[in-house]
């Protein structure tokens, strides 16, 4: 539908006052709610800029169904693009914050974490607002072919990268959630959870030499140099692995237990054919994925 609930607007709102994003796109604007209530709290609210001369705050939308664009759109938006977001996303600049209202529903699941991967690529912050669960069905209406739902979700998936999330409960129907995601939290995520793979596939040269790729690209952070670590001794690359620890400690100075490894490691007290640690991350004294808490990026 061009609207949806209203239960998690004021959660989506504690989020923009907490960030207080100068610039926001709207993916999948619909009848304008998000470009509303962002005008509302950024400009006129919190910026006592009432009049439309005095806006400051850059909001654009996405739309891939022309029909919902109507007059009071152009009033609120600075401009919309109107086309499919998969595609129009690799033309935009950077923002703020990229909002996500009842949107990943409407793609496959696979071409849905895609775009994820996209708008965290352009953007700080994503705000992502979805259905729950499977009781969530969709057809087309509105003669709008892209308002059938594709694929289910649920909170497992989303929480491990997300930073803040609320989650409202329908009766009869199910959960409905809004989740705050720090960009670079995502983009390691994913990585982590691609090398993950592979390396179960016994693909264990590419996850490290993809991971090892990727952290030069990315801010630092803790859980992934972490992972890079773990799969690095179980592939008994133990010099490197240190290496990767002294790498943390110079990014985390204050990460005592890393330099517990790293001595642990430099003694020899722990054989690699008797590494206690091969059920994975969270076994070490470390962090697991997602104990690590993605927030606590450099």
């Not at 133990?238 to 990014?251: C, F, P, Q, S, T």
């Not at 054919?273 to 994975?280: A, L, N, R, V, Y």
């Amino acid at each position: 539908m061009p609207t949806s609930t209203y239960e998690h607007i004021p959660l989506l709102v504690s989020f923009l006052i907490a960030l207080r994003p100068q610039s926001i796109l709207d993916v999948g604007v619909g009848n304008g709610k998000m470009g509303f209530v962002a005008r509302d709290l950024l400009d006129v609210m919190l910026g006592e800029r009432f009049k439309r001369e005095a806006w400051q705050i850059q909001i654009d939308g996405i739309e891939i169904f022309a029909d919902y664009i109507q007059e009071h759109h152009h009033l609120l938006y600075n401009r919309i693009l109107i086309g499919d977001a998969f595609t129009l996303i690799d033309t935009m600049g950077d923002y703020d914050v990229v909002i996500l209202g009842d949107v990943l529903e409407h793609f496959e699941k696979d071409r849905a974490l895609c775009f994820l991967d996209k708008c965290a690529r352009h953007c700080e912050h994503i705000i992502l607002s979805i259905p729950l669960g499977e009781q969530w069905t969709q057809p087309m209406i509105y003669g709008n072919t892209y308002e059938e739902h594709r694929s289910f979700w649920t909170k497992e998936e989303i929480q491990p990268f997300s930073t803040d999330h609320g989650i409202f409960v329908f009766q009869n129907i199910g959960e409905y959630g809004c989740f705050l995601i720090k960009a670079d939290d995502l983009r390691h995520y994913r990585i982590m959870d691609e090398a993950d793979t592979l390396f179960g596939e016994g693909k264990r040269a590419k996850a490290i030499d993809g991971m090892r790729s990727a952290l030069e690209t990315l801010p630092p952070h803790i859980a992934s140099e972490y992972m890079l670590v773990d799969l690095l001794l179980k592939n008994h690359q133990v010099e490197e692995a240190i290496g990767r620890l002294r790498r943390v400690l110079k990014m985390f100075p204050d990460e005592q237990a890393a330099r517990e490894y790293i001595e642990a490691l430099s003694r020899g007290v722990k054989k690699r054919s008797e590494h206690p640690w091969d059920g994975g991350l969270s076994d070490k004294p470390g962090r697991s994925r997602e104990q690590a808490h993605l927030g606590q990026s450099g």
